[in-house]
């Protein structure tokens, strides 16, 4: 059985502030895998620093914008909600997006999906090789910091590919549905591959977890 990797800190639920009641913080997940799980393809160290690091200063961000975004609300302060909007998309954004991708992989993934995810990728984008080959590239051509997707256009019922900028969230800016995203901030490779982006968007596809990528389509089609 994989063991699960555990951060010493930002694990527990602050207590909610006087107005706030009974709302919840958001807390870091687990990962249902040791940081050193994936290796050869992403280090333990990427792993460590990725999870406890950057993910967990999202979700605290977010705890943070939503604590004053409250107290704006409570107090009827319009100007004061739009100006903590940029914060709640970046850190929100950052949460959602890492919370996705720590299941997308997996150290027994990789190959091939099966069944009706496999069939759609065919249908939508002619055959596996050049689905990967229209995702590399996408995820490749992220000028900066961002995100490649495969997302699920409810409307079409269509599997579409996109790349997000910074932490910007694939649904709530585009309106496709998250099935597989692939982080291609530096903090995500660099420390292993240098400027290389296209070497780690390589050996990614070794440990792309498609059962947790088919269950997402089989959510969205219902």
């Not at 687990?30 to 967990?56: F, R, T």
């Not at 979700?59 to 100006?83: F, S």
Request: hydrophobic letters at 35%; charged letters at 20%.
């Amino acid at each position: 059985m994989l063991s699960r990797a555990v951060c010493g800190t930002g694990r527990q639920l602050a207590p909610a502030l006087g107005y706030l009641g009974s709302r919840q913080k958001h807390s870091l997940p687990d990962l249902p895998y040791d940081y050193g799980a994936l290796e050869p393809h992403i280090n333990a160290e990427i792993m460590q620093l990725h999870h406890c690091k950057h993910h967990a200063a999202y979700v605290n961000n977010l705890n943070v914008t939503e604590e004053k975004y409250q107290e704006a609300l409570a107090k009827g302060d319009v100007t004061a909600q739009i100006a903590l909007q940029p914060a709640l998309k970046f850190n929100g954004g950052g949460h959602i997006n890492h919370s996705i991708f720590w299941t997308n992989l997996s150290p027994n993934g990789g190959g091939e999906p099966k069944g009706e995810l496999l069939e759609a990728i065919k249908r939508d984008f002619g055959s596996f090789e050049k689905f990967k080959e229209k995702l590399m590239a996408a995820s490749v051509g992220v000028q900066g910091s961002g995100w490649g997707w495969l997302g699920f256009n409810k409307e079409r019922g269509q599997l579409q590919i996109a790349a997000c900028p910074n932490q910007d969230p694939l649904q709530g800016t585009t309106g496709l549905i998250p099935l597989l995203g692939i982080d291609v901030w530096e903090h995500a490779y660099y420390l292993q591959y240098k400027n290389a982006r296209p070497d780690y968007l390589k050996a990614i596809w070794n440990i792309i977890n498609w059962e947790n990528v088919t269950e997402r389509y089989m959510a969205c089609k219902k």
